[in-house]
């Protein structure tokens, strides 16, 4: 309210636009709030010392209220309807051409320029976040019926489909998230294309797939997120290891630990819970890495480096097409190593597994690996009930499962005792520790 008034009161247009407005009709507390104006940047700053320009391509105005933002962004220009840009402000890529020039992969590009509210909403993606709210006299301002498209909870692209996702193939991604968060279905000419066009996500920068995939399954929405990919045949083109896994085995462990994996993040969220991108990577791409770490230790290769050798090769193609920063593959890498080794209980190890920086992580994976029935159940529960123990009892309850070597003329089946690691130190009292 304090930007739209001051803005108004400077002498400029002001309007709230986009997804809040759309959200309010639908009375959805909105996440964030965008403003559009008439004035340009260097004037919006002057009119807020509180204020940051960002961008190269298209300058935008961060109005900063401690640790909330507020983006102003200038109305944009088009020639006409179909030459549009990115419907978000966001910065993307840096690249030049006329309003109808084509790169390699077949997007339209072009640059931005600064124009009037008419021109403005041809560049925004959807009707329902075409809507503009004019402080001025509290009016809606609709220029492409997207009140009704809200009203009849229906998803319609402005302009002519194919050129927009051609424009902009990240809006094909856009569809599916907002569908799944609006319980919106698609307008027959928006997902007509969709199919045919889905491979120019593959010219997408990586990064820019990174962000839309956090807004995609962290955003609340995750499960529902999931099925319209499918739904759209875009998942293929999104994450393929996971795609093929799951047309390989549609109903077997790795599905059935993504629906948990999904179910339970969505569930945080609503929580207000924190949620993990390493924690979403690793439900997405673990059915690959255990297919192909089985396919490796078939081939003869030991089973440690087989899993360790998968999970390299499976995230790294992942991050060729979204650019997973390292932060998130390297610990999603230890939790996927750690697997193993919650099959072992065997003294000082289960006590060293439970210090692990990474345990924590890497038991919420194994006890949904349970529940997706890839584990023995028991195991997991075991597990849990060690950590919920003091440390003695701890030490006792990993001491009852130690391994042990049975005597030389010990018959089968008679309890087993345990042998003296070679090199190691006699007890106190015995021969200064000599080698056994």
């Known amino acids: 309210m304090k930007v739209l008034y001051r803005l ?162 990240v809006r094909m991604l856009r569809a599916a998230r907002f569908a799944a968060k609006l319980g919106f279905t698609l307008h027959p000419g ?41 739904d759209f045949d875009l998942l293929a083109h999104f994450l393929p290891s996971l795609a093929e896994e799951l047309a390989t085995a549609p109903d077997g462990e790795a599905a059935r630990l993504l629906a948990l994996g999904l179910a339970g993040t969505d569930a945080r969220v609503r929580a207000d819970r924190s949620v993990t991108p390493t924690f979403l990577f690793a439900v997405l791409l673990y059915g690959p890495i255990m297919r192909l770490a089985a396919e490796r230790e078939e081939s003869g290769i030991p089973s440690v480096q087989a899993l360790a050798e998968a999970t390299d090769s499976v995230v790294a193609a992942q991050v060729r097409r979204i650019a997973i920063p390292k932060r998130f593959t390297l610990p999603l890498r230890e939790m996927v190593a750690l697997q193993p080794r919650f099959e072992r209980r065997d003294g000082r190890k289960a006590l060293a597994l439970l210090a692990h920086p990474r345990f924590r ?20 529960d075991w597990w849990t009930e060690l950590q919920t123990l003091p440390a003695e009892s701890r030490a006792d309850m990993v001491a009852s499962l130690a391994p042990t070597e049975p005597g030389p003329d010990a018959a089968p089946g008679a309890p ?16 200064g520790g000599a080698p056994a």
């Open 190 to 230: 928006t997902r007509a294309p969709l199919k045919e066009l889905a491979p120019l996500l593959g010219g997408v920068p990586a990064a820019r797939l990174f962000d839309e995939c956090l807004k995609l399954f962290l955003g609340g929405h995750a499960v529902a997120g999931f099925e319209r990919l499918k």
């Open 361 to 380: 992580a890497a038991y919420d994976l194994f006890v949904l690996r349970a529940e997706a029935g890839g584990v023995p159940q028991e195991l997991a």
């Open 8 to 169: 108004k009161d400077a002498g400029y247009q002001a309007f709230l636009v986009g997804g809040s407005v759309r959200d309010l009709l639908l009375g959805i507390v909105p996440k964030d709030f965008d403003v559009a104006t008439n004035a340009l940047p260097e004037e919006i700053r002057r009119v807020f010392r509180n204020c940051r320009l960002i961008g190269r391509r298209f300058r935008l105005a961060h109005v900063h209220f401690g640790d909330e933002i507020i983006e102003v962004a200038t109305f944009r220009a088009s020639a006409a309807p179909e030459e549009v840009d990115d419907e978000d402000h966001r910065e993307v890529e840096d690249v030049r051409g006329d309003a109808r020039a084509l790169d390699r992969s077949g997007r339209i590009l072009r640059d931005n320029l600064y124009g009037s509210i008419d021109a403005d909403v041809w560049r925004r993606d959807f009707t329902a976040n075409a809507l503009y709210y004019n402080i001025a006299d509290f009016s809606v301002w609709d220029y492409v019926g997207g009140a009704d498209d809200v009203k009849a909870r229906v998803l319609k692209l402005i302009g002519d489909p194919e050129v927009r996702y051609r424009e902009d193939p």
């Open 416 to 431: 087993r005792r345990r042998r003296r690691r070679r090199g190691g130190r006699r007890p106190a009292g015995g021969d």
